[in-house]
């Protein structure tokens, strides 16, 4: 099956469990196929060979992901990004968001309910400070680079070197692992513990933040 106009033209290739839509004289193309096991179909976008983008619909379950190695899960609320990211805008998640890449730049603001950065994490700049705002858990595993203000709801846990250039405010304590902190104000309503943190810095710490002291503190 085939269809034309004047400039270019298309082919429709259909098998049994697939269906392939490809502009002749180019090596682009789109095809969308269904899994057998699963039920789900898949959607991919290849653009000169390179596939550029991949789409899972499963139906009820809301499962959808993009990226040709699944950088981008989305699954009932939960998103997961197994690739770095890089978010020119503000940002918001419903649900829980999982970020497993080595660098996590994030431009503009983040509504998130819980975060998990396994890498780098970074938002704002110097020169345009974004809040964070994380109504649930907090986990960065990586280096955390923070220049606007940063609002945690529950616990928070910081296991590389931190850096927050606004105020930070964590409703359910913090624990800081091995990293160093430095803040330029620090709120918490529950403990802060730095166990094996080689340094702690607070320029002007709040009347309601209590430190469990676990090593050197500057």
């Known amino acids: 099956m085939s269809s034309s106009s004047s400039t270019t033209s298309s082919t429709l290739t259909q098998t049994p469990s697939s269906l392939e839509f490809q502009t002749s004289g180019t090596n682009s193309k789109v095809v969308i196929s269904q899994q057998s096991s699963t039920g789900h179909f898949d959607v991919s976008a290849y653009i000169e060979g390179n596939q550029k983008k991949v789409a899972k619909i499963t139906g009820d379950n809301g499962y959808t992901y993009f990226g040709p190695t699944d950088n981008v899960e989305l699954m009932n609320g939960k998103t997961n990004f197994t690739g770095s990211s890089n978010f020119s805008g503000n940002t918001q998640f419903q649900g829980n968001t999982f970020h497993n890449g080595s660098i996590n730049t994030f431009s503009g603001s983040i509504n998130a309910k819980d975060a998990f950065f396994n890498g780098d994490v970074q938002v704002g700049t110097s020169t345009q400070p974004k809040n964070q705002l994380i109504t649930g858990n907090s986990t960065v595993r990586g280096n955390g680079w923070f220049d606007a203000s940063l609002y945690v709801g529950c616990n928070s846990t910081l296991n590389g070197s931190t850096i927050f250039n606004g105020s930070a405010t964590f409703n359910g304590g913090m624990n800081l692992g091995n990293a160093n902190l430095t ?19 607070i320029d002007h710490p709040t009347d309601n933040t209590k430190l469990i002291q676990h090593a050197a503190i500057e």
């Open 183 to 201: 803040a330029n104000s620090l709120a918490s309503n529950s403990d802060i513990k730095a166990k094996g943190a080689k340094k702690f810095v």
